[in-house]
């Protein structure tokens, strides 16, 4: 976590548990533990572009505290960032499903450290699992309409137009 090294801003000292991507080329969701940390980056610079969500300030930033992994190379489309960039603040990627898609979850927000410190893996797979998906739904869906909605507030949304 965050505390456990010492703030946000140190988060390259963080390890990761689990990373789920969703590659175009053979159209899966591919999953790596942290042993399989250069099959992960073989599989991001593989393709044209890595699409994410917080991806530069968070996936890569926890990466490249890895020995002979390099991301400044790969690139990249950051989706939260582009929309903030927009906005000029963060929108959680379930704000986006439910203004895009209907979809609310049912239960409370889903804690990804807590799943994992509980030996609960395979429920953090799938979460993981479902948050490549809605992202990748999310960009398909700003690249064909050119557009995609995100809540203001409990009962207002709005459109942004994307051009990704």
């Known amino acids: 976590t ?7 801003d140190k988060t390259r000292l963080r390890k990761f548990s689990v990373a789920v991507a969703y ?21 991001l610079q593989s393709g044209p572009e890595v699409v ?3 991806i530069k300030n968070f996936d890569f930033e926890i990466m490249a505290g890895y020995p002979k ?12 960032q ?15 499903r439910e203004a895009n898609f209907f979809e609310f979850e049912e239960e409370e927000c889903v804690d990804p450290i807590m ?6 893996h395979y429920e953090l797979i799938e979460h993981c699992c479902n948050d490549v ?14 557009k995609i ?8 949304s709005a459109t942004l137009q994307m051009r990704w």
Do not use: P
């Open 2 to 8: 965050a505390e456990d090294v010492g703030g946000w």
């Open 23 to 43: 590659s175009t080329i053979d159209q899966r969701l591919h999953i790596f533990s942290e042993k399989d940390i250069a099959k992960l980056m073989r599989l």
């Open 52 to 54: 994410g969500y917080n």
């Open 69 to 80: 992994v390099k991301t400044g190379k790969i690139k990249c489309l950051d989706l939260m």
């Open 82 to 96: 582009s929309i903030q960039e927009k906005i000029g603040h963060r929108v959680s990627l379930q704000n986006l």
């Open 115 to 120: 799943l994992w410190k509980k030996g609960r």
């Open 133 to 146: 998906l809605a992202m990748k739904r999310i960009h398909e869906l700003g690249r064909s309409k050119k």
């Open 149 to 156: 909605l995100y809540n203001k507030t409990q009962i207002e």
